[in-house]
Structures are given as structure tokens and as C-alpha cells.
């Protein structure tokens, strides 16, 4: 059981009207835990020492639909942001980096890069795999690094931009 700083990451909340909630609002009413709310996808830094079981209990208490949560401890989520993970990664208009938080860590890995679809025209990129955490490169298209990170690894994930996790790691230091 851990009982430091941690990260939450929420599953496929606030997505076309679908399991709708307002992050603000339930950040301060955690407000006890040092909850502070990152964006709109459902993505909170809690700076309180808590238990990831009282945390979740707490989250989904609150909550009027089942969420589906990924809680990382601060040290995986600031050893992630201090690395070097997209150096060769193409830039520009239309790329975007992204980090996906797997519910846990892969029992495979598999060759590096891989792409969806597969050829000069791939869509995403996955480059890097590091504990639960899955970083990929997208390009504008029809394919979304989410659905291609949960089929490849066969389970629930949930994504943020690599600019979310900056900003996440900002707030840890």
C-alpha cells in the first residue's frame, strides 16, 4: 500500500457527454488530500500522504457513474518527465506526443517502434515503454494513441499529452 504524492489519471471521463463530471469541482471537495486538478480529462495531482485505497474510495464516492482510475505514485510520474523520451521524434504542426498510463505494467515488451497503421503513412507511433507508462508520437488522423496502446497491450489505458505530464511534473517538484 502506498502512502505518498501520487498522480490520479482517469478513464474515458468527460468524452462526448459520456460519464460527465466537473474535475474543478471535485479537486477542491479533495481538497483535504492537497488535490489540484490538471485540465479537463480528469487528471489530479495530490500532494497529501494517502493511501491509494483511501484515495480511491474518497474519488468514487464522490462520483455518480464507476470511474475507472490510474494511480501512480509522484516518484514514476517525475522519473517519467525527467527522461528523455522523444529525441528523434519528428516535430511540427500536426504531431503531437503522448503518454498513455496503462492499469499495469506490460508483461511483454515489444519491438520498439511500432506503428498504426504500419508504413509511411502510420498515424501513431509508439517509441517508448517504461513501467505502466507507454509514449507515442501521433500524427493528425482517424487513429488515437489511446485505442492503439489498449489493443496492442490488451487492457484498459488512459492518455494525456506530453505537455499534461510537463505540467504534472511541474506541479510534483
Given at each position: 500500500m502506498s502512502t505518498m504524492a501520487c498522480v490520479v489519471f482517469f478513464r474515458a471521463v468527460n468524452v462526448g457527454g459520456h460519464q460527465k463530471f466537473q474535475p474543478?469541482?471535485?479537486?477542491?471537495?479533495?481538497?483535504?488530500?492537497?488535490?489540484?486538478?490538471?485540465?479537463?480529462?480528469?487528471?489530479f495531482v495530490v500532494r497529501a500522504t494517502v493511501s491509494h485505497t483511501k484515495l480511491r474510495a474518497e474519488i468514487l464516492r464522490r462520483l455518480s457513474f464507476?470511474?475507472?482510475?490510474?494511480i501512480c505514485p509522484a516518484r514514476e510520474v517525475l522519473a517519467?518527465?525527467?527522461g528523455s523520451w522523444f529525441p528523434d521524434a519528428p516535430g511540427g504542426k500536426g504531431i503531437g506526443r503522448f503518454v498513455s498510463v496503462l492499469a499495469q505494467s506490460p508483461r511483454l515488451q515489444p519491438e520498439l517502434p511500432f506503428e498504426q497503421p504500419v508504413g509511411r503513412k502510420w498515424e501513431?507511433?509508439?517509441?517508448?515503454?517504461?513501467?505502466?507508462?507507454?509514449?507515442?508520437?501521433?500524427?493528425?488522423?482517424?487513429?488515437?494513441?489511446?485505442?492503439?496502446?489498449?489493443k496492442h497491450f490488451g487492457g484498459p489505458a488512459t492518455t494525456r499529452n506530453w505537455n499534461t505530464i510537463k505540467t504534472v511534473g511541474q506541479l510534483l517538484e
Amino acid at each position: 500500500m502506498s502512502t505518498m504524492a501520487c498522480v490520479v489519471f482517469f478513464r474515458a471521463v468527460n468524452v462526448g457527454g459520456h460519464q460527465k463530471f466537473q474535475p474543478s469541482l471535485l479537486a477542491h471537495e479533495l481538497s483535504e488530500f492537497g488535490v489540484v486538478n490538471v485540465g479537463a480529462a480528469g487528471t489530479f495531482v495530490v500532494r497529501a500522504t494517502v493511501s491509494h485505497t483511501k484515495l480511491r474510495a474518497e474519488i468514487l464516492r464522490r462520483l455518480s457513474f464507476k470511474a475507472e482510475l490510474m494511480i501512480c505514485p509522484a516518484r514514476e510520474v517525475l522519473a517519467l518527465v525527467r527522461g528523455s523520451w522523444f529525441p528523434d521524434a519528428p516535430g511540427g504542426k500536426g504531431i503531437g506526443r503522448f503518454v498513455s498510463v496503462l492499469a499495469q505494467s506490460p508483461r511483454l515488451q515489444p519491438e520498439l517502434p511500432f506503428e498504426q497503421p504500419v508504413g509511411r503513412k502510420w498515424e501513431v507511433r509508439v517509441v517508448a515503454i517504461t513501467g505502466r507508462f507507454v509514449l507515442s508520437i501521433r500524427r493528425l488522423g482517424q487513429t488515437y494513441s489511446n485505442a492503439v496502446v489498449e489493443k496492442h497491450f490488451g487492457g484498459p489505458a488512459t492518455t494525456r499529452n506530453w505537455n499534461t505530464i510537463k505540467t504534472v511534473g511541474q506541479l510534483l517538484e
